[in-house]
């Protein structure tokens, strides 16, 4: 989305928003996820909004230190007006691609009054999963697939909701209001929200920058009852002149800056993307196989990131650090299962990871990965099969004997 890019994630249909009125926790209604959500469950008046004392606040982003958060900022719920607008001539300009489900949410996702009425103030908070090691160091080596940062370790989607829970129990605990919160499970604009708690700002590249932490943040959100003082003014773009995130884009997904066509990224294309990834891309995708991290490495505020604060849960798994393309081409749906349990990669299921699998599989040369793409070819999943051949239609130069320019 225009707020969002680069880590643009598949929807978990089973999960639903979480709401918690004076300590008391409830399920929301509906899919807020797929675009099928039914409206907000209702919520007990929760009397007058309440400021939070200066002191509480403090103690407030005391715990969320504790519970992993490395950032904490407030926000009042009206402000970030115009990403509303931005979102609208984003969808209408059809830079979403398929994801029919941000078209059927937009209105709620627009604003947060448009999602929870009731809601005066956003919590905004930010876990970090900074890289130990460079992200690109795999663009060599052909005979692995590349994973988005972001998903190399523990599922986020359950690590940010655990400590965004805590937290919200122990401030209804305090303050006794009502509030909801959010981790990428429902229609809320995350990025402008956060800048306007002061996390960060949103980059060229349309991700959140911060000076502390990079491009590398997961950000979470808390909607509350609560009348809350800013943090500070929207935080400054930092930018400047720097091009790094839009030049190094592989499929010039980027319009202009502050604009992504989804459609040509490739976190789009294989992640969300269901159907064959159109040929003039497959070149450009090289070995990706989950993402694309090239936009968020090359900034130069990532420099200044803190490693020491990113979350050890985050750390790469060693399967999914680099995945031999021999043996993901081999996955059938219980080997898939198995090797991304735990993982935010779960739900793209075994067709869309052996599609993209075949894709690098045909980028990389290697002859010895022929046979199985070969095998693919007759697959059940037809994307799948479609993908195989073309990869090994691209193997097949390279299998031909070479000419003899001595024989007549």
């Known amino acids: 989305m225009s707020e969002g890019k680069p880590k643009l994630r598949d929807p978990e249909p089973s999960r639903e928003a979480d709401s918690l009125v004076s300590g008391a926790p409830y399920k929301g209604e509906g899919n807020p996820i797929s675009g099928r959500q039914a409206a907000p469950a209702s ?55 398929d994801m029919i489900w941000m078209e059927e949410n937009a209105d709620r996702r627009a604003s947060p009054a448009g999602l929870w009425p009731e809601v005066r103030s956003v919590i905004s908070l930010g876990m970090s999963y900074a890289p130990a090691v460079d992200p690109l160091a795999l663009a060599e080596r052909p005979e692995v697939g590349r994973i988005s940062v972001y998903a190399q370790g523990a599922d986020y989607h359950d690590l940010v909701k655990k400590a965004l829970k805590a937290l919200a129990r122990w401030l209804v605990g305090e303050a006794g209001c009502a509030l909801k919160v959010f981790v990428d499970t429902a229609p809320v604009m995350e990025k402008p929200l956060a800048e306007a708690a002061g996390l960060g700002w949103q980059g060229k590249h349309t991700n959140l920058v911060s000076r502390s932490d990079g491009s590398w943040l997961f950000l979470g959100a808390i909607y509350t009852t609560l009348a809350l003082e800013e943090t500070s003014a ?170 003899d320019p001595d024989r007549d």
């Open 234 to 403: 929207p935080h400054a773009v930092h930018c400047g002149s720097c091009s790094a995130c839009l030049d190094i884009c592989p499929t010039n997904a980027f319009p202009a800056p502050f604009r992504l066509d989804a459609r040509r990224c490739i976190s789009y294309l294989t992640i969300e993307h269901k159907g064959p990834i159109p040929e003039e891309f497959r070149a450009a995708i090289g070995n990706r196989i989950y993402g694309c991290d090239d936009c968020l490495a090359v900034c130069p505020w990532n420099r200044f990131a803190d490693k020491a604060r990113a979350n050890r849960a985050f750390l790469p798994r060693a399967e999914l650090a680099a995945p031999r393309l021999a043996d993901l081409l081999a996955l059938d749906d219980s080997g898939f299962r198995q090797v991304f349990a735990g993982s935010p990669i779960k739900r793209i299921g075994r067709g869309r990871m052996v599609r993209n699998a075949a894709i690098a599989a045909g980028n990389s040369g290697l002859t010895e990965l022929a046979p199985a793409l070969e095998r693919l070819t007759a697959d059940s999943d037809p994307v799948v099969a479609e993908a195989a051949a073309w990869a090994a239609e691209k193997l097949r130069p390279s299998l031909a004997p070479s000419a």
């Open 43 to 97: 919520v007990p008046a929760a009397g007058p909004a309440s400021a939070l004392s200066a002191e509480l606040r403090a103690r407030l982003e005391e715990r969320a230190r504790e519970l992993g958060f490395c950032a904490v900022g407030f926000a009042r719920a009206d402000s970030a007006p115009a990403s509303g607008e931005r979102l609208r001539k984003w969808l209408a300009d059809g830079a979403h691609g």
